[in-house]
Every structure is written in structure tokens, then in C-alpha cells.
């Protein structure tokens, strides 16, 4: 069975950082693009970042530019998002998805997803 586990949310100040993880098992993605995404209450699930199998492509969300960091570990079957000079309204349940057909920035092409971890914002 194929799973993808995100660890690593929780609360900080405005300002703050915090790392993200997302470990697959059940199957191996290092032939396909992880992405994260992203819902806040009463909002639809958006994009945040996506990565290419080899980490040599790579794009985020204009809200996340320049402070969001997406990565793949050496094995491929692993994610991270490092998250720098975090805002209120960056305060969601942050998802884990892999195998993208289609568009990466499409939440539909996503085939497999985590079950998400909280990220609260304080200001």
C-alpha cells in the first residue's frame, strides 16, 4: 500500500520557520514529481511548490517565492519545504502529493496523497 507521511507542522510566530517532511513507502518516486500543497480553512486546496525526480526543476507559488524552499532527499522517495519569514496567511494543512500527469501546479494531477499536517501562523 502506498503511503505518503508528512511530519514536521505545528505553531509559530510571524516570521518564523519551519521544515516540512513527506516520506513515501509502499513504492518508490524517484522517476516522478512530488509536490506540495496547500488548504486553509474555507479555501481550496492550492499549489505551493513542485519538484522534478531529479530536483533539477523546480517551481513555486508566487505567494511562496523566495521564502519557501522545496527539496527531494537522496533516496527520491523523500520531500522537504523549508519555510522561512512564515505570515498569518500562510496558516493551512500542508499536503504531500506525488506522481503528477498533467500540470504540476493542478491538483488533480496528483495520483497519490498524505493525509497533511497543520501549520498555524501567528502574527
Known amino acids: 500500500q502506498v503511503q505518503l507521511a508528512e511530519s514536521g507542522g505545528g505553531w509559530v510566530q510571524s516570521g518564523g520557520s519551519l521544515r516540512l517532511s513527506c516520506a513515501a513507502s509502499?513504492?518508490?518516486?524517484?522517476?516522478?514529481?512530488m509536490a506540495w500543497f496547500r488548504q486553509a480553512p474555507g479555501k481550496e486546496r492550492e499549489f505551493v511548490a513542485a519538484i522534478s525526480w531529479s530536483g533539477s526543476t523546480i517551481y513555486y507559488a508566487d505567494s511562496v517565492k523566495g521564502r519557501f524552499t522545496i527539496s527531494r532527499g537522496n533516496a527520491k522517495n523523500t520531500e522537504y519545504l523549508q519555510m522561512n519569514s512564515l505570515k498569518p496567511e500562510d496558516t493551512a494543512i500542508y499536503y504531500c502529493?506525488?506522481?503528477?500527469?498533467?500540470?504540476?501546479?493542478?491538483?488533480?494531477?496528483?495520483?497519490?496523497w498524505g493525509q497533511g499536517t497543520q501549520v498555524t501562523v501567528s502574527s
Open positions: 509502499g513504492r518508490t518516486f524517484s522517476s516522478d514529481t
Open positions: 502529493a506525488a506522481e503528477a500527469v498533467g500540470n504540476w501546479d493542478n491538483v488533480r494531477a496528483y495520483k497519490f
